[in-house]
C-alpha cells in the first residue's frame, strides 16, 4: 500500500464550491480501481490549503490506472475550477520502523 499525499491550495473564491463538490470527489476516488482509503485536512495555519490523503493498492494505481478511469476524468473536473496548486508526493504504506 502507498499512501497519496496531495497538497491543495484552493483559489480565494473557490472554498465553497471545494466544500460542496468534496464529497463527489470522494466518492469517485474510493470507486476507483486500487483505491482503499481517502481523507481531507484543512491547514491550521494556512485555511486556503488541505492536505488530501489517498491510499493505494499500488503506485502504479494511481499513477497509470487511474488517470485513464471515468473515475480519475471527474475527479479533476471537479477539482480543476477551485484548485490554484496542486503539489503531490507517494510515501510507503508501511511506517518506518524506530530506532531501538
Partial sequence: MIFEHAQLTIRHD???DFH???PAIRENLLAA???R???LHRSVDQPQVYLLRVGWNALTDHTEVFPETEQGRNVLALLG???ES???IHFEGTP???AG
Fill in 14 to 16: 473557490g472554498h465553497e
Fill in 37 to 39: 482509503s481517502v481523507d
Fill in 20 to 22: 460542496k463538490t468534496y
Fill in 81 to 83: 475550477p477551485q484548485v
Fill in 33 to 35: 480501481p486500487g483505491c
Fill in 86 to 88: 496542486l503539489d503531490m
Fill in 96 to 98: 518506518f520502523p524506530p
